[in-house]
T-cell receptor, first 114, second 115 residues
Framework: AQSVTQPDIHITVSEGASLELRCNYSYGATPYLFWYVQSPGQGLQLLLKYFSGDTLVQGIKGFEAEFKRSQSSFNLRKPSVHWSDAAEYFCAVDALNAGNMLTFGGGTRLMVKP | DTAVSQTPKYLVTQMGNDKSIKCEQNLGHDTMYWYKQDSKKFLKIMFSYNNKELIINETVPNRFSPKSPDKAHLNLHINSLELGDSAVYFC??????????????FGPGTRLTVT
C-alpha cells in the first residue's frame, strides 16, 4: 500500500530564513504529488503539484518543490519565510489506481519566529 | 463566492445519534470526496464519488454513508455516532474527466464532537 511520510512533526524557523519541509513516499511507480497548506481553523489549499516533466515545480506564495525519483522524495522549499506562512503543511500522493483519492502524510507544523 | 461549502461548521451531538453533514460545490466538478482529520491532524480519505462510481476506503465503518442528490452535492450521513467519530470532516471536489487536473478543492471543514 502506498504511504507518505513527513519526518518532521514541528519545524520552527526565523522570519526571513529559508525553509525545507521533507516528504517521502512509498509507491512502486511515480505517483502524482501534491503539497497542501492548512491555516488554523481553515480548509486545505493547494500550494503546488507534480505530475510529470520538470522535476522542480513552482507554486503559489513563493513555494517550490523538487521531485527526486531516486530518493522517493518531494521536498517543499521557500527561500525566505514570512510570518504568514505559519501553518500546517501536508504532502499528498495520488497513486492513480486509488480512484483519485489522496493519501496524506502526517503533516508538518511550521512556526515562524519574529 | 465559496467554491466548496459545508454545513454545519460545528456539530455537537451525543453517542448513538444519527447526523448528516452537507457539502456543496459550485465549481461544476464531477467528483467529490470526504476526508476525516483526527485530533492529531492526520487526514484520511473516506469516499470518492462521481455520477458513475462510489469508491469507499475499506477502513470506513458502514455507519458512514455518502449520499449525492445531484452532481453539486455530496452529503455525509453517520449512524449510531461513537466517541471515536469526533473529528474534522472535509469535503473536496475535483474535475476528473475531460481535463488533466486532479486538483482537489477543499471545503472549510465541519468539526464534529460526540459526547
Amino acid at each position: 500500500a502506498q504511504s507518505v511520510t513527513q519526518p518532521d512533526i514541528h519545524i520552527t524557523v526565523s522570519e526571513g530564513a529559508s525553509l525545507e519541509l521533507r516528504c517521502n513516499y512509498s509507491y512502486g511507480a511515480t505517483p502524482y504529488l501534491f503539497w497542501y497548506v492548512q491555516s488554523p481553523g481553515q480548509g486545505l489549499q493547494l500550494l503546488l503539484k507534480y505530475f510529470s516533466g520538470d522535476t522542480l515545480v513552482q507554486g503559489i506564495k513563493g513555494f517550490e518543490a523538487e521531485f527526486k525519483r531516486s530518493q522517493s522524495s518531494f521536498n517543499l522549499r521557500k527561500p525566505s519565510v514570512h510570518w504568514s506562512d505559519a501553518a500546517e503543511y501536508f504532502c499528498a500522493v495520488d497513486a492513480l489506481n486509488a480512484g483519485n483519492m489522496l493519501t496524506f502524510g502526517g503533516g508538518t507544523r511550521l512556526m515562524v519566529k519574529p | 463566492d465559496t467554491a466548496v461549502s459545508q454545513t454545519p461548521k460545528y456539530l455537537v451531538t451525543q453517542m448513538g445519534n444519527d447526523k448528516s453533514i452537507k457539502c456543496e460545490q459550485n465549481l461544476g466538478h464531477d467528483t467529490m470526496y470526504w476526508y476525516k482529520q483526527d485530533s492529531k491532524k492526520f487526514l484520511k480519505i473516506m469516499f470518492s464519488y462521481n455520477n458513475k462510481e462510489l469508491i469507499i476506503n475499506e477502513t470506513v465503518p458502514n455507519r458512514f454513508s455518502p449520499k449525492s442528490p445531484d452532481k453539486a452535492h455530496l452529503n455525509l450521513h453517520i449512524n449510531s455516532l461513537e466517541l471515536g467519530d469526533s473529528a474534522v470532516y472535509f469535503c473536496a471536489s475535483s474535475q476528473e474527466s475531460g481535463t488533466f487536473s486532479y486538483e482537489q478543492y477543499f471545503g472549510p471543514g465541519t468539526r464534529l464532537t460526540v459526547t
